[in-house]
C-alpha cells in the first residue's frame, strides 16, 4: 500500500483520516530485515551472531527514529545483510554491511529502490546478549552509531521522495552522528580516510551543491512515478527533466560520491523505464546519463535497443 503519511503528503489528507480512523495502530518507522553472515567464519557454535542478529533487527525496529506517527503499513521497507570475514577477537569483528529500501509507488504493486550501498568499513565490539543502545550526544559504540547512521540515511531518502528536501532533518541527524564518532578509532567517519564513506555521504547530502540531486530525487519518484497511471507521457517528461538538471551537479561536483550512491540505487530502473519510452526520448536522455554516469555508459546504450 502506498505510503500516506500526514506530513508527506498533505493532498492525500482525507483518505488519512479515514485510515487513521480504521487503523489506529501506529508502528515504529522501519521494517528492516536483517542478515548476519559468516561465510569465511569456521565455528561450531554460532550462537552469538544468531543473538547479535536478533539484537540488530530489535535495535533498528523498535526505537522510534523521528517524531512522526506510522501506521504499520507505512513502514519503510528495507534491508541491512552483515557479512563478518574474521573474529579478530573475543568480541571484536571486521566485516561489511549492505545496506537497501525502497519505497512503493502509487496505484502499482511496484517498489522503486531508494538506497542501495555497501560499507565495507564496519569493525565493531559485540559481546553476546549485549543490549544495543544509542546516544548520539556520547558515542562509544561503533556498532550502534554505524545502525543509527544508517536508519537517518533511509529516512532522509525516503522523505526527500515525498516532499521537497524533506529528508533534511535525518541527513543532519546522520551528519550530527558523523561529527560526534571521530573519537572512535574504526574507520568510515573522518574526510581523510576516503572519498567515498559516511563522512562524505553526509556532507554530500547536506551540501548546497547537491540540491539539484535531491530536487530530482523529490520529482523523480512523487510528480514522476506516482503519477504514472495518471499521466504517462506528462510524468516521463518530468522524470526526464530532472534527471537532465544533474547536469550542474556533475559540472560542479564531477565523480561525486552521492551521485554513485543515486546511481548504484536507480541505474536498472531507468534504463527499464525508458527501455520502452519514445526514441527521441531514448536519444536524450541516454546522451545525459552517458554524461553524468560515465561509468555505465553502456548499461544505458541499452536503452536505445530496449534494455537489451
Not at 553476546?128 to 552509531?145: G, K, R
Not at 533534511?168 to 574526510?191: C, D, H, M
Request: some cysteine.
Amino acid at each position: 500500500m502506498f505510503r500516506i503519511s500526514i506530513r508527506r503528503i498533505r493532498p492525500l489528507l482525507p483518505f488519512l483520516i479515514y485510515l487513521s480512523v480504521s487503523f489506529p495502530s501506529t508502528a515504529q518507522e522501519l521494517n528492516c530485515q536483517v542478515s548476519v553472515l559468516t561465510p569465511q567464519i569456521q565455528a561450531s557454535d554460532k550462537t552469538i551472531y544468531e543473538t547479535l542478529q536478533t539484537a540488530i533487527r530489535e535495535f533498528i525496529n523498535n526505537k522510534q527514529w523521528t517524531t512522526d506517527k506510522f501506521l504499520n503499513q507505512e513502514r519503510i521497507e528495507c534491508t541491512m545483510i552483515i557479512t563478518i570475514s574474521e573474529r579478530v577477537s573475543v568480541d571484536e569483528f571486521k566485516a561489511n554491511i549492505q545496506i537497501q529500501s525502497r519505497r512503493p509507488v502509487y496505484h502499482t504493486s511496484y517498489n522503486s529502490p531508494m538506497f542501495n550501498h555497501q560499507d565495507n568499513d564496519f569493525n565493531f565490539k559485540y559481546v553476546q546478549d549485549q543490549v544495543l543502545d544509542f546516544d548520539e550526544s556520547n558515542i562509544n559504540s561503533n556498532l550502534t552509531a554505524v545502525l543509527a547512521y544508517y536508519a537517518y540515511i533511509i529516512l532522509g531518502f525516503d522523505y526527500d521522495s515525498f516532499s521537497l528536501e524533506g529528508g533534511t532533518p535525518y541527513f543532519a541527524k546522520a551528519q550530527t552522528i558523523v561529527n560526534n564518532a571521530t573519537g572512535l578509532s574504526e574507520r568510515g567517519w573522518k574526510a581523510f580516510e576516503s572519498t567515498s564513506n559516511r563522512y562524505w555521504l553526509a556532507e554530500n547530502l547536506m551540501n548546497v551543491s547537491f540540491k539539484p540531486l535531491r530536487d530530482c530525487i523529490y520529482k523523480y519518484h512523487r510528480l514522476g512515478f506516482d503519477k504514472m497511471s495518471e499521466d504517462m507521457s506528462n510524468s516521463l517528461s518530468v522524470i526526464s527533466a530532472a534527471l537532465k538538471n544533474l547536469r550542474k551537479v556533475y559540472s560542479d561536483k564531477p565523480n561525486s560520491f552521492l551521485m554513485q550512491v543515486f546511481f548504484n540505487a536507480k541505474r536498472d530502473e531507468i534504463v527499464n523505464l525508458y527501455s520502452q519510452a519514445p526514441q527521441v526520448e531514448k536519444s536524450q536522455v541516454v546522451q545525459v546519463l552517458s554524461l553524468i554516469d560515465p561509468a555505465n555508459s553502456l548499461k544505458y546504450q541499452g536503452i536505445l535497443t530496449g534494455g537489451k
